[in-house]
């Protein structure tokens, strides 16, 4: 399904205000002079709320902006520690209504998918806008970036906003200046949910029309310990800008092992039935706003293509650092 195909009755909310924590330079020798600091302080916090959490329900995800690959301290899409019993009782019937229409559309997937067929060789993901979540390092009082992700008026989704490298002087901080938008799509229940049918496949389709930057595709595959929640595949996605539309066929064999974004010494081939989610990130450290205008991804099998991995592979010793 195209992005143009999208419901056009759906629209993600900008991010409108850019400011994140603020951070007071006036003397503290004072108590009046500290009190109007703290004052001045909360006052703005009031106003920013970027971090504000609502309460969407029990297996509903969170508003709390996401981040590249942890969403929250417990690694648990939309969990949320402040709901009360009382919340959660209330809360059942909705649940078991939006709950239950999941699990009959996964029901209903499973006798559809059922064939002696071959499989196809280009298939769309589906995916809707309202699935694609937005993050950057104002988010999370990390930075000044803002970014977006909204339909265009001709039925494709377009990724915005401005990307600002200036560093808060909190003393924690050493580096910004990021966006990314990331699919969080999740079966019935909440359960995670893998892009498994792709294994069937050799590569990612992408029709684009970006602004001469250098963007980065990411396969997410997080499992369920904590080491491994910042696992992903990267393959850079150079755009040429201009009013053309550019056509990306990347090879799976060519995405590299990273985490947490940062490229790792021992490389391996991406396990597509453990990627569970795609995200497009900008991170080239150039100050500006930035458009990328999407319209189409997907995966293609090409069977002339027999490369299993494209980087150079390691045999390690037994006893190293990684272990056995």
């Known amino acids: 399904m195209l992005v143009s195909r999208l419901q056009t009755g759906f629209f993600v909310p900008k991010i409108t205000n850019p400011t994140c924590a603020y951070f007071s330079k006036k003397a503290t020798s004072s108590n009046s002079s500290l009190a109007e600091q703290k004052s001045e302080i909360q006052s703005h916090a009031e106003k920013t709320n970027l971090l504000e959490k609502k309460k969407v329900g029990m297996f509903g995800t969170s508003t709390v902006p996401i981040n590249t690959n942890f969403p929250n301290p417990k690694g648990v899409l939309g969990y949320d520690p402040d709901f009360s019993v009382k919340e959660l009782v209330a809360e059942l019937p909705n649940t078991r209504k939006t709950q239950g229409a999941k699990l009959s559309e996964e029901i209903k997937e499973v006798f559809r998918n059922v064939s002696i067929e071959k499989t196809e060789l280009l298939e769309d993901i589906g995916f809707k806008l309202d699935l694609w979540k937005t993050g950057c390092d104002s988010d999370w009082k990390e930075g000044f970036s803002t970014c977006s992700l909204a339909p265009s008026d001709h039925g494709t989704a377009v990724f915005s906003g401005n990307i600002s490298t200036k560093v808060l002087k909190d003393g924690r901080v050493e580096r910004a200046g990021w966006a990314s938008i990331k699919l969080e799509d999740r079966k019935a229940f909440n359960r995670k949910k893998f892009l498994s ?33 910042g696992d992903s595949f990267s393959h850079p996605l150079h755009t040429h800008g ?3 539309w550019q056509y990306e066929k990347i090879p799976f064999s060519k995405f590299f092992h990273t985490v947490a974004g940062r490229i790792q010494d021992r490389q391996y081939r991406v396990n597509l039935e453990d990627t569970s989610s795609i995200g497009i990130v900008l991170m080239d450290r150039i100050d500006g706003d930035f458009r990328l205008e999407i319209d ?9 293509h027999v490369e299993d991995f494209a980087y150079e592979t390691y045999t390690l010793p037994v006893f190293n650092t990684h272990g056995f």
Do not use: A, C, E, Q
Request: no cysteine; glycine share 8%; net charge positive.
């Open 242 to 244: 201009g009013p053309y």
């Open 296 to 304: 189409y991804i997907g995966v293609y099998n090409d069977t002339t």
């Open 197 to 229: 049918k792709w294994r069937n496949f050799s590569h990612l389709l992408l029709k684009i029309r970006g602004d001469g930057r250098s963007y980065k595709v990411m396969l997410h595959s997080p499992l369920s310990m904590d080491f491994t929640w």
